[in-house]
């Protein structure tokens, strides 16, 4: 079975700093994507960044940027810039690409605080 | 509509009560998903409905818990006999076509479920 790990609970960053959100995962399959959500107090879960497996090019969204490294099953998150409005529950999230494994596995999300 | 809506956004149960939420998905939108998402957790799968069909229910927690979606659009979880492990957030979401591709899933706002 897949499982997603992110080991940091909280993380704290300075407007305008950067920061980056670990994410690890385990899996069999060979071709996957992998999401990061954005939660804000609202609950409701915004999309920030997808990755397909198959390429090898690391996905960037304007001041969002992933290092994915597909040996190691890291899939980390950089935000650039931070601003106050990115304060909010980063989930990582897996999704197989096999019939039946359609599901968004998560993992226990990071809590981004942003001092300003 | 312009996203997914879910009602009631909260709703506080006695032990042993029956309750049913409510999702409208997109307009269009093939599949829909419902998720749990525990305090201080990340969302964790429950059921799946491609148009009317349900072809997943494998996270359902117990036999106290049904979804439907009769119609192939709006859906409705309901929880009979509630007790406190059912207190959570529980997430709808929906998806425009098959489950194959790169289709995000667009998350509503979620119901607090409390069961007191």
């Known amino acids: 079975a897949q499982t997603v790990t992110q080991s940091q609970p909280e993380m704290s960053v300075q407007e305008a700093e950067t920061v980056t959100l670990s994410c690890t995962y385990d899996t069999s399959e060979s071709d996957y994507y992998l999401f990061w959500y954005k939660q804000p107090p609202s609950r409701q879960m915004i999309l920030v960044i997808r990755q397909e497996a198959y390429k090898q090019q690391n996905a960037t969204e304007n001041r969002f940027s992933v290092n994915f490294q597909k040996a190691a099953k890291s899939f980390s998150l950089k935000i650039s810039d931070s601003q106050l409005g990115d304060a909010a529950m980063y989930f990582c999230?897996?999704?197989?690409?096999?019939?039946?494994?359609?599901?968004?596995?998560f993992g226990t999300g990071t809590r981004l605080k942003v001092l300003a | 509509g312009a996203g997914v809506s879910q009602s009631p956004r909260y709703k506080v149960a006695k032990r042993g009560q029956d309750v049913a939420l409510r999702c409208d998905p997109i307009s269009g939108h093939v599949s829909l998903f419902w998720y749990q998402q525990a305090l201080g957790q990340g969302p964790e799968f429950l059921t799946y409905?491609?148009?009317?069909?349900?072809?997943?229910k494998s996270g359902l927690p117990s036999d106290r818990f049904f979804a439907e979606r009769p119609e192939g659009s709006v859906s409705t979880l309901k929880i009979q006999r509630t007790q406190q492990e059912d207190s959570a957030v529980y997430l709808c979401?929906?998806?425009?076509?098959?489950?194959?591709?790169?289709?995000?899933?667009?998350f509503g706002p979620g119901t607090r479920l409390t069961v007191l």
């Open positions: 979401a929906s998806s425009l076509v098959w489950v194959s591709g790169h289709n995000e899933q667009f």
């Open positions: 409905f491609q148009n009317e069909a349900q072809l997943d």
């Open positions: 999230a897996y999704r197989g690409l096999n019939e039946g494994t359609y599901k968004y596995i």
